[in-house]
């Protein structure tokens, strides 16, 4: 019944390794979204996804690499991790891109790097 | 870049009062969202705005175009209307770009 499930819901890991945290949508949307949300609560973009196809990608270090395998799951592998990665991921969906439609958010993956 | 601003960053409110929550940007916008956050909770679409009133419950919120501005208000508050509500400007679909949010507490 989930419509946006992201796994896992927290991840703890050491300073260098490398994690995927996935998510999928059942919901038939075309566009999904990987937000991060700072020790702050502060959220901001970092790559939104059109059928597969990446069309934003905001200044985010190329240690992360988002994969769509098709347009219901968008994955985000993130490389040598550091202390400053930690924060909250939020992967979200919406119908379609170029048109305003409600967005569908995950519940979010707590990355925390020791 | 958009900037969206919400005021204010923390509101306290006894149960039953009347809250106003602001958020003004900086360049024309498509849509204006609503969005609420539980503490450790995930983020939950209230509304989407691109012009006028929109209400759900005792949930409204309002746009006005030519001053940028939007007001999420909440009508006989209740503690469990307890949360961090976000504002967030959106182009088209492409992304949102969010205000930083204001911590609402309802105290009984």
């Known amino acids: 019944d989930t419509a946006v499930s992201q796994t896992p819901k927290y991840l703890v890991t050491q300073m260098g390794n490398d994690k995927s945290i996935k998510c999928e949508q059942n919901l038939g949307h075309d566009t999904m979204y990987w937000y991060k949300q700072d020790s702050k609560k502060f959220l901001k973009i970092m790559f939104s996804?059109?059928?597969?196809?990446?069309?934003i990608n905001e200044t985010v270090p190329n240690r992360f690499s988002p994969k769509s395998p098709d347009k219901a799951h968008l994955n985000l592998h993130i490389n040598s991790l550091e202390l400053g990665d930690s924060a909250v991921y939020f992967c979200?969906?919406?119908?379609?891109?170029?048109?305003?439609?409600?967005?569908?958010f995950g519940s979010g993956t707590r990355l925390t790097v020791v | 870049k958009n900037e969206v601003e919400q005021s204010p960053q923390n509101l306290t409110a006894q149960e039953g009062e009347f809250i106003t929550i602001n958020c003004s940007y900086s360049?024309?916008?498509?849509?204006l969202h609503w969005l609420q956050q539980h503490p450790g909770g995930g983020i939950v679409s209230l509304f989407m705005l691109s012009s006028g009133k929109k209400k759900h419950g005792r949930l409204i919120a309002t746009i006005n175009i030519q001053e940028k501005h939007s007001s999420l208000h909440i009508t006989a508050s209740h503690p469990r209307d307890s949360a961090v509500y976000i504002c967030a400007a959106s182009n088209s679909g492409y992304a949102l770009n969010f205000g930083k949010g204001t911590s609402l507490l309802v105290t009984p």
């Open positions: 996804y059109n059928n597969k196809e990446l069309i």
């Open positions: 360049v024309g916008i498509s849509a």
């Open positions: 979200a969906s919406s119908r379609i891109i170029g048109r305003d439609y409600g967005y569908t």
